[in-house]
């Protein structure tokens, strides 16, 4: 709930929430701190305002109760940083999301992982080799992670848990909203196979510059990244 509340602030971008986990460790300590403080980390004038405020409107944890609930009822959770099953690749990289929704088994998220990415209007031959590459790396014993794209993404995630593996796909959207439609199954047995992964809030759809963001934490989780076929100028290359 902290958390929720925490990412629900306005002008107290993922940037700055950044900070605040590195410096203060816990989503309980950030909310102990005053937000005139924050001020060390690059907060704005208009961040500490809202933050100040918020500690002391009943209807942000209100609405933060509501989003623990629905989250709950999907049988997902919420990681911070600081969090023990944070995975700790993405810690790494140069702009980490302070906060992962997930839903699904989250220890996968730490465990080795292959990204097999590529075009969403894949050619037959491209389609092929991502499941005869994603199945040949699942049965080695690596987990395959993707954007649950059609094409070579989608065909990566069937391939992995047909071969008895499992995948893991990053969302451009809020764990709630399965995008492409098409793939809501194919969500679903992720699900029960490995785990769905977002750093947005519920309810939010795929707006376009999602996706390059969904894609660093793809590339940032996994030991490597497979692009099987993508266009020069695509998000995959």
Sequence with gaps: ???????????????????????????????????????????????????????????????????????????????????????????TIYDPPPLLYVRGKAALLSEAQLAVVGSRKASPAGRRAARTLAAGAARAGLHISSGLALGIDGEAHRAALDAGGASIAIMATGIDRVYPAKHRNLAQEIVSNGCLVTEFALGVGPDRFRFPRRNRILSGMSLGVLVVEAALRSGSS
Excluded at 38 to 53: E, N, Q
């Design 1 to 91: 709930q902290l958390c929720l509340a925490l990412h629900s602030i306005p002008h107290v971008g993922d940037t700055l929430l950044a900070r605040l986990f590195a410096h203060y460790g816990t989503p309980q300590l950030i909310w102990d701190s005053k937000p005139a403080q924050w001020t060390t980390l690059g907060a704005s004038a208009k961040a500490i305002h809202c933050a100040h405020t918020a500690l002391q409107n009943p209807k942000v944890w209100a609405a933060a109760q509501e989003q623990s609930d629905q989250l709950a009822d999907m049988g997902a959770q919420v990681l911070a940083m600081s969090d023990a099953a944070y995975p700790v690749l993405l810690r």
